[in-house]
């Protein structure tokens, strides 16, 4: 969700207002992806890298998700959207915690819309974990070699009951994968917005799918 801060400074005002209007802007996709038929949505909240930014800024940030959890769960409840989370959420302030577990907890039978929030999320540091769980299995001498399947490494993932995506929306035409869903994204479908994220609304949400049924899939193959 790309742009918060320069939608922000574009206006003169500091770059928290850009991310409490970034969070607006979650309704309006939430609401494209339904009407879609979209069923799983992740949305990129917080990176790993994150936390190297000004301690205000995260502190804000860390409020703001606190305040999205306060206020749209309830919603969430009567959309039928059930939430998800991935990343080092053992990382998140122990109130920022323990919201989410009410959330997810309180949303787990909806059957609509999974959205997935990405919060002190690292694609590599997930390879990592992954890789240090299957090494674990290994010492207690419960793998072999030929265990060690691509379905095998992807159970070992924070996403094991998601489907790898079908398409990436990057906004703020950024052409980086910047950590994201590094082994999920293989063979995921790119489609770049170029406005800022506060601004992309549901008219484009529906242009990027709009281009990614007119691409061709063809894994690898002719
Ligand atoms: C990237 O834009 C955005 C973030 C680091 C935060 C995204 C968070 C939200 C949209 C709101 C909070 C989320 C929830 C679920 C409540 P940037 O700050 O890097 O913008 P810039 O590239 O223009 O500086």
Not at 86 to 91: A, F, N, S
Not at 181 to 209: M, N, R
Request: net charge negative; hydrophobic share 40%; with cysteine.
């Amino acid at each position: 969700m790309d742009g918060n801060g320069r939608w922000a400074e574009k206006r003169g005002l500091p770059r928290l207002v850009g991310h409490e209007q970034g969070a607006k802007s979650i309704r309006a996709c939430v609401e494209a992806a339904i009407e879609a038929g979209v069923e799983f949505l992740t949305l990129y909240a917080f990176s790993s890298e994150n936390w190297k930014r000004p301690a205000a800024e995260v502190a804000g940030l860390m409020r703001l998700l606190e305040r999205f959890l306060d206020e749209k769960v309830k919603e969430m409840k009567k959309e039928g959207v059930r939430l998800q989370a991935i990343g080092r959420l053992q990382e998140l302030p122990s109130s920022c915690q323990r919201k989410l577990a009410e959330a997810i907890a309180s949303t787990e039978t909806n059957t609509r819309l999974t959205v997935v929030l990405a919060l002190s999320y690292s694609g590599r540091t997930e390879i990592v974990e992954a890789v240090k769980q299957i090494v674990r299995e290994s010492r207690e001498g419960e793998l072999s070699e030929d265990d060690i399947t691509q379905d095998f490494f992807s159970a070992h993932l924070d996403t094991r009951n998601l489907p790898d995506p079908d398409l990436l929306i990057r906004t703020s035409g950024e052409m980086r994968v910047s950590n994201f869903l590094l082994w999920q994204l293989s063979y995921t479908e790119i489609h770049v917005a170029d406005c800022l994220w506060p601004d992309f609304g549901k008219d484009d949400f529906f242009e990027a799918l709009a281009d990614y049924q007119k691409r061709n899939r063809r894994y690898g193959g002719i």
